[in-house]
C-alpha cells in the first residue's frame, strides 16, 4: 500500500461527498445522541470509579448480540440484553469497588469468549462479524438506528430524572442514605442507564471501543473544569464532536468508523491534558 | 458548663432498651437514653463497640436487634432522614472531584430531590446562608478536591444543617484535622445547638476537644455503659469497673488522657492526610 492508495481510502469519496452524507444521515444522527448522552454517563462513570465495569458490561453486551446473530434474533434486542444481564450482575455483586473489579475481571473474558464462540458458529456475512467488536455504524439498518437513537433519548431522561440523588450518592453514598436518598435504587437505575447506552454504543463504535465515548470525554473534561454543570456540559460536547466528526471524517473515504472517533476523543483528551497540567502548575506558583 | 436541667427541655431522641448484635455476638443490650434539646451527648468508648451502628441505627440505616428509636416523637420506620443532619468522619475527597465548595452544601439542599435538576426559587439564597454560617465562604468556589481537610468538614457541616435539623449526628467529625480546624467544626456544631436548640450526640474517640462543651458522656465499653456528665464518667473508678480493667484517668494540664483501657484507640493521634501540600 502506498499513499496514493492511503489517499485514495482517506478521501477517495470526497466527490461524492453530499450524495454519501444523504444516505448516512440516520448514522450521523444516531452518533449525535450517543456523543451526548454517553460523554453525560461518562460524567458518572468517572464519579464512579466504573471505567472497568463499562468494559465488562460492553463484552457481554457484544456475546448477546452474537447470540442473536447467530439465533436469528434481532441484534440490537440481543445486545441489550447481553448489557443489562452483566450490568444487573455487576449492580448486585459489586457494591464495593474491589468486589465490583473482581466479578468485572472474571466476566469480561467470559463475555468475550462466548461471543467470539458465537461469531465462529456463525456462517453469515463476514462484515457482520467484526463490527459488532470495532463497529461500523454506517451498515447498521435504518430501522435499528431508529432504536439506537430512541434508547438514547430514554437514557437521556432518566439520568436527567435521577440526577441530583445519583450525583449525592456518587460523592458521598453514607451521607446521601442519611439524608433519605435510596441509595440501592439509585445505583440499580445507574446500572441499568449504563447498560442500554453501553448496548447502543456497542453497535456504533464496537465493543472494544466503547470506552472512547463513555470514558475519555468525562475524563477529559474533569481535567479542565470542574462545576456541577461545566462538567457534564464540555463532556457531552466532547462525546458529541468525538461521534459526528468521526463519522464526518469517515465518510470521506472507504475506512472504519471507529479508528476516527477514537484518534478525536483521545487528541481531546490529550490537549485537556496538557491545559490542565499548565494551569495546575501555574496555581502552584501563584500559591507559593 | 452548664448541663441543662433534664427534664424541662423537650427530648429529641429517645433510645429505650436498645440492643445490639453484630456476627452473632451481642455489643451491647439494654441501653436507654434521652437527649434534649439544646444538649450535647459524646458518645466514647473502643473502636468495634458499636458506635457507629449506634448512629445508623437512629438514621434507620440499619436494625437494632431489640428495642426502639424515636426522634422528636416519632419511630424512626424510613431509611434515612431530612429531620437528623449527619456529619460523618473527615475523609479526604479525591482531587479531580468535579464540584466547587459550595456544590457539595447544595447537595444537603437539593441532593435527595428525584426530577429534572432544576433549582428552586430560594435554593441559592439558602446555600448562601448555609456557606456563611460555617464560614466557608472564601473558598466556597473552589474545587472541593483541592480544599483541605478542614475546610471541607465545614462544607459537610453545612450540608447536614441544610434543613436546621433538630437533632445533629456526628460520627468522628474531627478525625485527621488540625487542632484549629477541630476548634472550629466543634464551634459550629455548639453555636448550631445553642441557636436551634437542638440536640446533638457525637461520637468521638478523643473527648479533650469537646471538654467544656459537652454535657453528657455515654461510655460504651465492654458490652456495657455508663452515663453521666464528664465528672461522673472520666474517673478511674467508673472506667475501671466498667472495662473490669484497671484504667487510670490521668490529668495533663487541662486534658485528660485515659490510659489502660483495654483494645481502645490512643486518646489523641493525628493522622497525616497531606492535602495541605
New interface residues.
Given amino acids: 500500500m502506498n499513499w496514493n492508495d492511503i489517499a485514495d481510502a482517506m478521501f477517495g469519496g470526497l466527490p461524492y461527498y453530499g450524495e454519501i452524507l444523504a444516505l448516512v444521515s440516520n448514522s450521523v444522527w444516531a452518533g449525535a445522541v450517543l456523543g451526548l448522552v454517553g460523554g453525560l454517563v461518562g460524567?458518572f462513570v468517572?464519579?464512579r470509579d466504573m471505567a472497568f465495569a463499562v468494559h465488562g458490561i460492553s463484552e457481554l453486551s457484544f456475546a448477546g448480540a452474537a447470540a442473536a446473530l447467530l439465533i436469528g434474533w434481532d441484534v440490537v434486542t440481543g445486545s441489550i440484553v447481553g448489557s443489562l444481564i452483566a450490568a444487573a450482575i455487576i449492580g448486585v455483586l459489586g457494591a464495593k469497588a474491589r468486589d465490583r473489579n473482581s466479578i468485572i475481571g472474571v466476566l469480561m473474558p467470559f463475555g468475550l469468549g462466548l461471543g467470539i464462540l458465537f461469531l465462529s458458529l456463525y456462517d453469515g456475512r463476514s462484515a457482520n462479524r467484526f463490527s459488532l467488536l470495532t463497529g461500523q455504524i454506517v451498515s447498521v439498518q435504518t430501522g435499528q438506528l431508529g432504536w439506537l437513537i430512541g434508547i438514547g433519548a430514554v437514557v437521556l431522561l432518566g439520568l436527567?430524572?435521577?440526577?441530583?440523588?445519583l450525583?449525592?450518592d456518587s460523592?458521598?453514598p453514607?451521607?446521601?442514605?442519611?439524608?433519605?436518598?435510596?441509595t440501592t435504587a439509585v445505583s440499580l437505575g445507574f446500572m441499568l442507564l449504563l447498560g442500554l447506552i453501553v448496548a447502543v454504543a456497542v453497535h456504533i463504535i464496537g465493543a472494544l471501543l466503547v470506552m472512547a465515548l463513555l470514558v475519555t470525554p468525562a475524563a477529559a473534561?474533569?481535567?479542565i473544569?470542574?462545576?456541577?454543570l461545566s462538567?457534564p456540559l464540555l463532556s457531552a460536547l466532547f462525546g458529541f464532536v468525538s461521534a459526528v466528526g468521526g463519522i464526518l471524517l469517515a465518510i470521506m473515504g472507504t475506512l472504519p468508523v471507529s479508528p476516527y472517533i477514537t484518534t478525536i476523543s483521545f487528541l481531546i483528551y490529550v490537549v485537556c491534558r496538557v491545559i490542565g497540567s499548565r494551569r495546575d502548575r501555574v496555581t502552584r506558583a501563584a500559591r507559593a | 458548663m452548664t448541663p441543662p436541667a433534664a427534664g424541662a427541655r423537650p427530648v429529641v431522641l429517645s433510645i429505650r432498651d436498645a440492643a445490639l448484635q453484630r456476627g452473632g455476638r451481642e455489643l451491647w443490650a439494654g441501653l436507654d437514653l434521652d437527649v434534649h434539646a439544646g444538649e450535647l451527648v459524646a458518645v466514647l468508648g473502643p473502636s468495634g463497640s458499636g458506635k457507629t451502628t449506634l448512629l445508623r441505627a437512629i438514621?434507620g440505616?440499619e436494625p437494632l436487634s431489640r428495642g426502639s428509636v424515636t426522634v422528636e416523637g416519632e419511630a424512626v420506620e424510613?431509611?434515612?432522614?431530612?429531620s437528623?443532619g449527619?456529619i460523618?468522619q473527615a475523609r479526604p475527597?479525591p482531587r479531580?472531584?468535579?464540584?466547587?465548595g459550595r456544590?457539595?452544601v447544595?447537595?444537603?439542599v437539593?441532593?435527595?430531590?428525584?426530577?429534572?435538576?432544576i433549582p428552586r426559587r430560594g435554593d441559592r439564597a439558602r446555600v448562601d446562608a448555609l456557606i456563611d454560617a460555617v464560614g466557608a465562604r472564601d473558598f466556597a468556589d473552589r474545587?472541593v478536591?483541592l480544599l483541605s481537610g478542614g475546610e471541607q468538614q465545614r462544607l459537610?457541616a453545612g450540608?447536614?444543617l441544610a434543613d436546621d435539623p433538630p437533632l445533629l449526628?456526628c460520627d468522628e467529625p474531627l478525625t485527621s484535622l488540625d487542632l484549629a480546624n477541630q476548634q472550629a467544626v466543634i464551634g459550629l456544631i455548639d453555636r448550631h445547638r445553642r441557636d436551634k436548640d437542638a440536640a446533638v450526640l457525637l461520637v468521638t474517640h478523643d473527648i479533650n476537644p469537646l471538654l467544656g462543651k459537652v454535657d453528657r458522656i455515654l461510655y460504651i465499653a465492654n458490652g456495657r455503659f455508663t452515663l453521666g456528665t464528664p465528672q461522673e464518667v472520666l474517673r478511674s473508678d467508673v472506667l475501671t469497673a466498667l472495662y473490669g480493667a484497671h484504667v487510670f484517668v490521668l490529668r495533663a494540664g487541662d486534658r485528660l488522657v485515659v490510659v489502660g483501657a483495654p483494645d481502645a484507640e490512643a486518646s489523641h493521634h493525628h493522622h497525616d492526610h497531606g492535602a495541605d501540600a
Fill in positions: 460524567v468517572m464519579q436527567l430524572l435521577i440526577w441530583r440523588p450525583r449525592f460523592l458521598d453514607q451521607s446521601a442514605a442519611a439524608r433519605g436518598v435510596p473534561a474533569m481535567r473544569v470542574s462545576g456541577p462538567v | 438514621l440505616l424510613h431509611r434515612g432522614s431530612r437528623i449527619y460523618p475527597l479531580d472531584t468535579s464540584l466547587r456544590d457539595l447544595t447537595l444537603g437539593d441532593g435527595h430531590r428525584f426530577g429534572f435538576p474545587p478536591g459537610r450540608q447536614a449526628l
